[in-house]
């Protein structure tokens, strides 16, 4: 389990772009479960859509490349303090399957697919009880920040 608290050390993002609310469950270069509660008061629901509020698909696959990020930053015992950054780097096979919405507890998963020299591939999903959100695969790099 990582609080809110302990997540800041592992992401250099922080509010409004810090979308990781918890870690629930982290097995070391392999596979990582957290979740981000989607709240109504958050900045982007004022135009997106004011009356129908959705959260964007592009914010959801952020979060899941945050935890990715974290699941990376915590494998290889690096911080960004260290000087290194974990950047999105590509997006493949993505498929939205149903609207995140204000009230939702959005449960992010990302599975280690490949991890060569500074390049990961995940496989991610984001899900709402159970009910599969986003799927895909995310790439990042490491970079020396």
């Known amino acids: 389990m990582m609080d809110i608290l ?3 050390k592992y992401l250099p993002h ?4 810090l979308l990781v609310d ?3 469950e982290l097995v070391l270069d392999d596979s990582i479960r957290a979740y981000k509660n989607v709240t109504y008061n958050e900045e982007l629901f004022q135009g997106h859509f004011p009356n129908a509020p959705i959260l964007p698909g592009v914010v959801i696959i952020e ?3 945050q935890a990715s990020g974290i699941l990376g930053f915590r494998t290889m015992d690096q911080t960004p303090d260290d000087g290194y950054l974990y950047l999105f780097a590509g997006i493949d096979n993505v498929r939205f399957k149903r609207k995140v919405v204000p009230g939702d507890k959005l449960t992010l ?3 280690v697919i490949t991890r060569k020299r500074h390049i990961w ?3 991610v999903k984001a899900s709402v009880d159970g009910d ?6 995310l790439t990042c790099a490491i970079v020396e920040a």
């Open 6 to 8: 302990e997540i800041q």
């Open 14 to 17: 922080r509010y409004p772009m």
């Open 22 to 24: 918890r870690v629930e």
């Open 63 to 65: 979060a899941l490349a």
């Open 109 to 111: 998963e990302s599975k």
């Open 121 to 123: 591939k995940f496989d």
């Open 132 to 137: 599969l959100a986003i799927s895909g695969m």
